[in-house]
């Protein structure tokens, strides 16, 4: 077996990932260091970066400098008090000067239609994506000598007699291993969301049934997890839950969300609606329909009911990341027999509903109070008849942004024992450590990357000077 020396091994190329490997290139250097660096990437270079890449990666953020108000609240809150204090209060304290660091190197950010036409908490946009994040990082890191390992899989690590990470075995493209000779390691691999066997193991029946988001999720397959773990890692997180967007299953493309459903109804393979379209902002309810679309309706698959009004709605085709266009019928039973949804239950649920709408004022872009109030399920915001033919529908299932489960780690990203004990050299970052538990706090993924990418990173060039020699 091949073996070479690094004294740095970052697995993943993902925001996380090459935040660590240039915040670690730039701290040798300033440390007047001369540090072998590497990131390892399983995908091909033209589709590298895990979900970064496919992602447009919104930020919880009121500017570049200041989060969004109540942010560690939200964290605490919207995980019943399960996340790790420390941990957000660290994400909002370095949330600006991380994202003035990254606009140092090139990245722009701007306030970009977003999807959310409706929304409780800005969200600031990388110009170009995650994909801006991941070329412009790496770049800069490969001008500082690091190199980027292409169609390469760690597969486990390795210990020194006193238990600190000195190695990882690593499979290559033709199949074959290498060793790779380390210090550190920072896992930057993602979550599992590519892995059916995990997806099973810990979401659950029919959990293989659930796609990634996008191309990018396929490259997630935790084997950074579990060989973490192999060697006394402890898992935090919720591992039976993951991050759920409402999609358009016609579709090819990544992230072709559908996010119009506040202001139509929505209802299941029986013509039966079976929540609150309108509870709430679209930015905290999406995640939540999504999962009673997979846990509740047939086959996994509801459909958005709505009529030509949708096209006087400001910036609908926001909303509609699909790439696929509606299906559409002159009649609420033509619709019925075009997407295969019991006829006269059909019927019935939009002659009930448009009998319970009130008059008032429709205000699209925020909580209008226009309720339905007689209905066994009533709809709380936005309730307008659909009286306008053509009819409109389109099919909606179940997608897997990201999982929530993954390794415990400290704030300097040190990944963790049961104990609570840092493991020597072993630092994990991004979806690979978990954080999340219940409902998702939009727009803090891409961030916590981008946050304890860089603070593992500087914190693995201080361990190297510290401890370890190769």
């Not at 996340?83 to 600006?96: H, N, P, R, S």
């Not at 999807?115 to 990082?137: C, E, H, N, Q, Y």
């Not at 493209?173 to 059916?196: H, M, P």
């Not at 839950?241 to 090819?252: G, L, M, N, T, Y």
């Amino acid at each position: 077996m091949d073996e070479v020396n690094y004294d740095l091994v970052i697995v993943g190329c993902g925001a996380a990932g090459t935040a660590a490997a240039l915040a670690a290139a730039e701290e040798a250097k300033a440390q007047n260091q001369s540090l072998s660096i590497a990131i390892l990437e399983r995908a091909p270079f033209e589709k590298r970066g895990g979900n970064t890449r496919w992602t447009a990666a919104y930020m919880r953020m009121e500017n570049i400098d200041t989060p969004a108000p109540n942010l560690v609240g939200d964290m605490r809150d919207f995980s019943d008090n399960l996340i790790d204090i420390q941990y957000a209060e660290t994400l909002e304290k370095e949330a600006g000067p991380t994202l003035r660091w990254v606009e140092s190197k090139g990245v722009e950010f701007d306030f970009l239609p977003t999807m959310f036409l409706t929304a409780s908490r800005p969200r600031l946009l990388p110009v170009g994506g995650g994909k801006a994040i991941v070329d412009t990082l790496s770049l800069r890191a490969r001008a500082l000598g690091v190199e980027i390992i292409y169609e390469a899989t760690a597969w486990d690590l390795t210990l020194d007699d006193t238990g600190a990470v000195n190695g990882l075995h690593v499979r290559v493209s033709d199949g074959s291993s290498i060793y790779l000779k380390t210090n550190a390691v920072i896992l930057a691999a993602g979550g599992f969301q590519g892995n059916k066997e995990m997806m099973a193991q810990y979401v659950g029946r029919d959990a293989h049934k659930i796609p990634p988001v996008s191309e990018g999720g396929l490259f997630n397959k935790g084997e950074a997890i579990r060989m973490a773990m192999r060697i006394g890692a402890t898992g935090n997180g919720q591992f039976d839950s993951f991050h759920a967007e409402p999609v358009d299953p016609r579709s090819k493309r990544e992230e072709a969300a559908v996010m119009l459903f506040p202001y139509a109804i929505l209802v299941n393979q029986n013509g039966e609606r079976f929540t609150d379209e309108g509870v709430s902002t679209i930015d905290e309810q999406y995640e939540e329909v999504a999962r009673k679309i997979f846990y509740t309706c047939e086959n996994h698959v509801a459909y958005m009911i709505t009529d030509q009004k949708m096209y006087t709605i400001p910036n609908y085709e926001e909303a509609l990341q699909t790439d696929r266009p509606p299906i559409v019928a002159n009649t609420i039973e033509e619709l019925a027999d075009k997407i295969n949804v019991n006829r006269e239950n059909l019927v019935q649920t939009v002659d009930n509903f448009n009998a319970d709408c009130p008059t008032g004022e429709f205000i699209y872009d925020k909580v209008d109070g226009l309720a339905t109030t007689t209905l066994a399920l009533n709809k709380s915001n936005w309730s307008i008849p659909i009286n306008e033919g053509p009819f409109i529908a389109y099919p909606i299932h179940c997608c897997n942004v990201f999982t929530n489960g993954g390794l415990a780690t400290d704030v300097e990203g040190r990944v963790l024992t049961g104990d609570a004990v840092p493991i020597p050299g072993l630092y994990a970052v991004g979806e690979t450590s978990g954080i999340y538990y219940g409902k998702y706090p939009g727009g803090t993924s891409v961030l916590r990357c981008l946050v304890f990418g860089r603070r593992a990173g500087k914190h693995a060039v201080s361990y190297i000077d510290s401890y370890q020699t190769i």
